[in-house]
């Protein structure tokens, strides 16, 4: 279980949507130790430097540094990382599953597939028995 505010939420959805038909990424953070259920509290928009963004994302290397020596800084940690589908599901991609790296950290997807109306869904990165790796769809509340 995620929370996430609602101000951070928009602010997430609506930096996806100005990129479009291009994806958009950036990183999602929260107070230092907060106990219990996490809350993410801020998010720092990070560049798109892919070669195809239509179709996947990379993240610009200065925009990752300074977003997270912002967050230490203001103690604040990183909870997870967000990037959007401009046209199909929010369901992690081939190359999604190839990139991914930072286990234990939301993996947020914003999905454009019906723009009217942006599905949003948080997977966590997760090895599976033979250390085959796996999405797994974790549950969240905007509040
Ligand atoms: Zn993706």
């Known amino acids: 279980m995620i929370r996430i505010d609602r101000s951070v939420w928009e602010q997430m959805i609506g930096h ?9 990424c950036g990183a999602l953070f929260g107070p230092k ?5 996490p809350a993410v509290t801020f ?19 200065k925009d990752w540094i300074y977003s997270l020596y912002e967050a230490e800084r203001s103690n604040r940690q990183l909870l997870g990382i967000f990037h959007s589908h401009p046209m199909t599901s929010g369901t992690p991609s ?8 930072h286990n234990r950290l939301g993996y947020w997807i914003v ?10 869904r948080v997977y966590r990165l997760e090895e599976a028995i033979g250390g085959s790796r796996e999405f797994t769809p974790i549950p969240y509340s905007v509040i």
């Open 16 to 24: 996806c949507r100005l990129a479009l038909p291009r994806e958009a």
């Open 33 to 37: 130790g907060d106990s219990g259920t």
């Open 94 to 101: 081939a190359l999604d599953m190839a990139g991914a790296s």
């Open 43 to 61: 998010l720092s928009p990070i560049a798109n430097r892919a070669k195809s963004p239509e179709t996947e994302f990379a993240f610009d290397a």
């Open 111 to 120: 999905s454009f597939a019906r723009p009217e109306q942006p599905i949003v």
